[in-house]
């Protein structure tokens, strides 16, 4: 195992490399969503299109959307800082997370009427298709 500190063998005192061991699992435990893209469900009917990105652990403040060239743009940037203070040394922690999913959006989707809500760690949006008339169609159909 490897130590950020350099341990004297003469002197070697338990607390460092247990504390680090604790210190390092920890983070690598917490720290599973660090620039990972979260799983999106797309789904389509003839209305509209709905997205669903799973973002457990994120609030809604955390979360941000906006529309960019035709392109809608999901992110989000979490920071947390920790700190525990004991008789003889300071833990401080940082922990910076984010992600950016891209989606093109084509002529079909209506972009002025795109909504989105987030509850229970899932950003659902919905992205309406152009409603097109049909157009009434009066004529005669010749058999061949």
Same mark, same amino acid.
């Given at each position: 195992m490897t130590?950020?500190?350099? @341990? ?5 005192n338990?607390f460092?490399?247990a504390h680090f061991?604790?210190?390092f699992?920890? @983070?690598?435990? +917490? +720290?599973?969503f660090?620039n990972?893209?979260? *799983?999106?469900n797309v789904s389509? /009917?003839?209305?509209?299109f /709905?997205l669903e @990105? ?10 941000h ?10 992110? *989000? /940037?979490k920071?947390?800082?920790t ?5 003889n ?7 910076f997370? &984010?992600?950016e999913?891209r989606f093109?959006? &084509?002529? /079909?989707?209506d *972009?002025?009427?795109? !909504?989105?809500?987030? *509850?229970?760690?899932?950003? +659902?949006?919905?992205l309406p !298709?152009i409603v ?11 058999i061949?």
């Amino acid at each position: 195992m490897t130590y950020l500190a350099k @341990v004297n063998p003469r002197r070697r005192n338990a607390f460092f490399p247990a504390h680090f061991d604790a210190f390092f699992n920890e @983070v690598a435990k +917490n +720290n599973t969503f660090v620039n990972q893209k979260p *799983a999106v469900n797309v789904s389509e /009917t003839d209305e509209q299109f /709905t997205l669903e @990105v799973a973002v457990p652990g994120l609030k809604k403040e955390d979360v941000h959307l906006k529309i960019e060239k035709e392109t809608l743009i999901i992110g *989000a /940037t979490k920071e947390e800082k920790t700190e525990e203070m004991k008789d003889n040394y300071t833990r401080r922690e940082f922990n910076f997370s &984010n992600f950016e999913r891209r989606f093109q959006l &084509n002529e /079909t989707i209506d *972009a002025e009427n795109i !909504k989105a809500n987030f *509850a229970d760690g899932i950003l +659902n949006i919905v992205l309406p !298709k152009i409603v097109e008339e049909k157009k009434e169609t009066n004529r005669e159909i010749v058999i061949s």
